[in-house]
């Protein structure tokens, strides 16, 4: 099982990607910087120069009468921010 579970891509990702050549990525809670910068490096051989990573909960939300946090694991979910070398890139569009 890989460390990268999804990349992430919404409007504020994609406009910090134009901007600033970042990526980010929902990644496992018990992986650590270097597990994340082998496994990118090797997923879209590229150089990764840094990587942020924070942890964050589930939503909140309500199914009939009964609320509660619905992520589907017992830890919080875990995001990392990719920094890549000028000039590399990632196209996630491109196996469409």
Do not use: H
């Amino acid at each position: 099982m890989g460390i990268i579970i999804k990349p992430l891509v919404t409007e504020k990702m994609t406009a910090i990607t134009d901007k600033l050549n970042r990526f980010g990525f929902v990644v496992r809670p018990d992986a650590n910087k270097l597990e994340i910068k082998k496994e990118v490096e090797a997923l879209y051989n590229v150089t990764v120069v840094d990587v942020n990573t924070v942890k964050y909960a589930g939503k909140n939300k309500s199914r009939y009468t009964k609320a509660g946090i619905i992520n589907g694991r017992t830890n919080a979910f875990k995001k990392a921010i990719v920094t890549l070398k000028e000039g590399d890139t990632i196209d996630f569009y491109s196996n469409i």
